[in-house]
């Protein structure tokens, strides 16, 4: 539900673009965003399956285990998108929506793939870079969807998500995810196909990530603490009118097809420092890549789930 004087307040004195502060009741959702996060130590995990000319099945496992920075730097307010009034009052015929811009930048602690392709790369490597926008729709929403991710990513795509949020006491509810692929018998005991999954379920990498249970880590990051409150914000590519656009070799290779993400913005205690309150956010996101025929005798594709996870706590305000 939009804020009401907000919107009023919007509408009457125009678009503004300012710095980012923390606790801006204007951001609905993004209030507590503002600022410099960065990953806890060691928090960063990444999986991805990726095309390898040299291997046996023609694709390897790469993991990586990363340290990331995140800033949410500038909020433009009061964003019109003009319209018609065709089943509201004349003056509520256009949409208003709060954006706050974000870079990301994540770079590599340690990897490993599966077959062995002398190309994971060492300690401190740039893997990834994206700049992007968060998105509130204050009024005059579709199917309730009133928030939207759009990034940016240098290997060639284009992201709009779209979702909901919602806010609670307590702690994030960190569902249970799986890393293997779709369209090919997950029984990793009995299909040589998925040799590179089954080395990193029996030798979880950096005796950690499992790709079975990727989320598995997010849950074992919140131990020990005592959550206030949590945002969840949940962006989707599935819904409504959100998708991926890539560039021709991205859709002929190894074409990323939707995106699911969800962030946590928590306010925790740790029992170990009794009264000292921060700043916590908590992400899981899968893009599926889409390539080489399913092996179950359904049309299409096999679908390799890319998954990114993360814990961060607010270093700058």
Known sequence: MADQKALSVMKSTGRTLTPAQDGDADLGPFAHLPGTWKSLPGRGWNMIALPFEKGTFKYRLLMNQYNETLKFSLVDKGVPNRGLALDVPPDEADQFLVAIDYEQTIEQISAED??????????????????????????????????????????????????????????????????LPIGVSTDVDNNPYL??????????????????????????????????????????????????????????????????????????????????????????????????????????????????????????Y
């Open 114 to 179: 599966s077959p062995d392709s002398g190309l994971a790369g060492k300690p401190g490597l740039a893997i990834h870079h994206e700049p992007g926008l968060l998105l509130q729709m204050l009024n005059r929403t579709t199917d309730g969807l009133d928030i939207a991710r759009l990034a940016t990513i240098p290997h060639g795509d284009s992201v709009l998500a779209l979702g909901r949020w919602r806010a609670h006491a307590g702690a994030p509810s960190i569902p249970t995810i799986s890393g």
């Open 195 to 316: 040799a590179p999954y089954k080395h990193f379920i029996d030798h979880p990498f950096n005796g950690l990530f499992d790709p079975a249970a990727p989320n598995d880590l997010l849950a074992e990051a919140n131990k020990g603490l005592t959550f206030s409150d949590t945002t969840e914000l949940v962006f989707d590519t599935t819904l409504g009118t959100g998708g991926i656009v890539n560039i021709p070799f991205i859709v002929k290779q190894a074409n990323a097809a939707d995106m699911k993400s969800t962030f946590w913005i928590s306010e925790v205690t740790d029992e170990k420092q009794p009264g000292v309150v921060k700043r916590r956010l908590q992400y899981s996101q899968i893009v599926m890549l889409d390539f080489f025929p399913r092996r179950d005798g359904m049309p299409g594709l096999i679908r390799w789930p890319h998954v990114s996870i993360n814990t961060l706590e607010k270093v700058e």
